[in-house]
T-cell receptor, first 116, second 112 residues
Framework: DAGVIQSPRHEVTEMGQEVTLRCKPI?????LFWYRQTMMRGLELLIY????????DSGMPEDRFSAKMPNASFSTLKIQPSEPRDSAVYFC??????????????FGPGTRLTVL | AQSVAQPEDQVNVAEGNPLTVKCTYS??????LFWYVQYPNRGLQFLLK??????LVKGSYGFEAEFNKSQTSFHLKKPSALVSDSALYFC??????????FGAGTTVTVRA
């Protein structure tokens, strides 16, 4: 299995530009999570999808952030407009069934975003 | 609310010596506990988890963890550390919902 795939691995952009991060979960998994990692705040859950439906987006910082999951094999996280404080590593993770307490989340390699 | 504390920011050990990374948790209901490892510029890799049953859980790369309900702890251990074990380690807990709460992480350095 290829694991969770994320693209791009690195993104450098200028303030005000739109940024789109992409994720392909593990085949057969029906739960998908987006996290952000920073030195100051550690790992933060941004949004959680189950069966392609957003279940909890309370972690999304503000309206500039949006996420979609049009099908079971693809999700995007978009930031528009981007700001320097959005600079972080963004991880996507998937699991078999998010509802199951015992389920393990498997993480992608992350996208390192730098907003100048 | 659920939370995880990793009381040590850094752990330094010599190769061949035992390695312990500490974790304590707070959660309502039964705890489901996880350890992940992160190597530089990589994603988090799953090491092991405790769901129920035997308090000693064995995982990948020779790691194990001991669940202690009375002390609300889930410490990660390896009997003989390798230089390649140098990485950032995260403990995580899940309670009665889907949310996984992570600790701040512990940087492990194993010197040759």
């Amino acid at each position: 299995d290829a694991g969770v795939i994320q693209s791009p691995r690195h993104e450098v952009t200028e303030m005000g530009q739109e940024v789109t991060l992409r994720c392909k979960p593990i085949s057969g998994h029906n739960s998908l999570f987006w996290y952000r990692q920073t030195m100051m705040r550690g790992l933060e859950l941004l949004i959680y999808f189950n069966n392609n439906v957003p279940i909890d987006d309370s972690g999304m910082p503000e309206d500039r952030f949006s996420a979609k999951m049009p099908n079971a094999s693809f999700s995007t996280l978009k930031i528009q407009p981007s700001e320097p404080r959005d600079s972080a590593v963004y991880f996507c993770a998937s699991s078999g069934q998010g509802w199951t307490h015992t389920d393990t989340q498997y993480f992608g390699p992350g996208t390192r975003l730098t907003v100048l | 609310a659920q939370s995880v504390a990793q009381p040590e920011d850094q752990v330094n050990v010599a190769e061949g010596n035992p390695l312990t990374v500490k974790c304590t948790y707070s959660v309502s209901g039964n705890p489901y506990l996880f350890w992940y490892v992160q190597y530089p510029n990589r994603g988090l890799q799953f090491l092991l988890k405790y769901i129920t049953g035997d308090n000693l859980v064995k995982g990948s790369y020779g790691f194990e963890a001991e669940f202690n309900k009375s002390q609300t702890s889930f410490h990660l251990k390896k009997p003989s550390a390798l230089v390649s074990d140098s990485a950032l380690y995260f403990c995580a807990v899940r309670g009665n919902d889907y949310k996984l709460s992570f600790g701040a992480g512990t940087t492990v350095t194993v010197r040759a």
